[in-house]
């Protein structure tokens, strides 16, 4: 979420306040907090069960604690799951900035959300998956607009099979860098 302030009529003194809430959640992965494993590169991630379509603005009410946002995702009628696949990748310490999708319901019986993630560990292929849920294989939770998931996988041994751990952290926790929106040009970074 970021706030601008500004003149409403200018000369006049007075500030209003904006809350821009993004209208997608976005997705992180890092190898081992960024540092990476000797040998292991992520070569495909596949987005399973996502929807197809969200709203602009959310229907639901913000909380009122800034911090927390909205906590209910805000779905239209006929979204319909698909499949997104990031391919083609050589990531070795971190796919950010990269992966954005609209609110989502997660739901068990074959409609769960999750990320299939090919790589590769010391040349040797594998596929493992990790799910919207807590610690993985706890409750599922909802892909929430203006949220920031952030999956951080870890190898279980120095062997070749790896498990996929993660973290889930807030939007706000995340350093996305200072916005400029400019002369609206198109770019926003400074």
Same mark, same amino acid.
């Given at each position: 979420?970021?706030?601008?302030?500004?003149d409403?009529?200018?000369?006049?003194?007075?500030?209003?306040?904006?809350?821009?809430?993004r209208?997608?959640?976005?997705?992180?992965?890092w190898?081992?907090?960024?540092?990476?494993?000797?040998?292991?590169?992520?070569?495909?991630i596949?987005?399973?069960?996502?929807?197809?379509?969200?709203?602009?603005?959310? =229907?639901? =009410?913000?909380?009122?604690?800034?911090?927390?946002?909205?906590i209910?995702?805000?779905?239209?009628?006929?979204?319909?799951?698909?499949?997104?696949?990031?391919?083609?990748?050589?990531?070795?310490?971190?796919?950010?900035?990269?992966?954005?999708?609209?609110?989502?319901?997660?739901?068990?019986?074959?409609?769960?959300?999750?990320?299939?993630? +090919?790589?590769?560990? +010391?040349?040797?292929?594998?596929?493992?998956t990790?799910k919207?849920?807590?610690?993985?294989?706890?409750?599922?939770?909802?892909?929430?607009?203006? +949220?920031?998931?952030?999956?951080?996988?870890?190898?279980?041994?120095?062997?070749?099979?790896?498990?996929?751990?993660?973290?889930v952290?807030?939007? =706000?926790?995340?350093?996305?860098?200072?916005?400029?929106?400019?002369?609206?040009?198109?770019?926003?970074r400074?």
């Amino acid at each position: 979420m970021g706030k601008q302030q500004f003149d409403s009529c200018t000369g006049t003194g007075v500030d209003l306040a904006c809350n821009l809430y993004r209208a997608v959640a976005k997705v992180g992965i890092w190898v081992n907090m960024q540092d990476g494993y000797q040998g292991f590169t992520i070569t495909k991630i596949i987005v399973n069960n996502a929807n197809d379509k969200g709203y602009c603005v959310s =229907t639901e =009410t913000p909380n009122p604690v800034e911090t927390v946002q909205y906590i209910y995702p805000s779905i239209p009628a006929g979204a319909q799951n698909q499949t997104i696949t990031y391919d083609g990748l050589q990531v070795t310490t971190a796919y950010e900035n990269e992966i954005y999708l609209p609110e989502k319901v997660n739901t068990t019986g074959g409609n769960e959300i999750s990320l299939t993630v +090919h790589y590769t560990y +010391h040349n040797k292929a594998k596929v493992g998956t990790i799910k919207f849920r807590t610690n993985g294989d706890g409750d599922i939770f909802d892909v929430i607009r203006n +949220h920031s998931y952030l999956f951080n996988i870890k190898l279980s041994t120095i062997e070749i099979d790896a498990e996929l751990q993660y973290q889930v952290m807030d939007w =706000t926790e995340v350093d996305n860098g200072e916005l400029d929106f400019g002369d609206g040009g198109g770019d926003v970074r400074k």
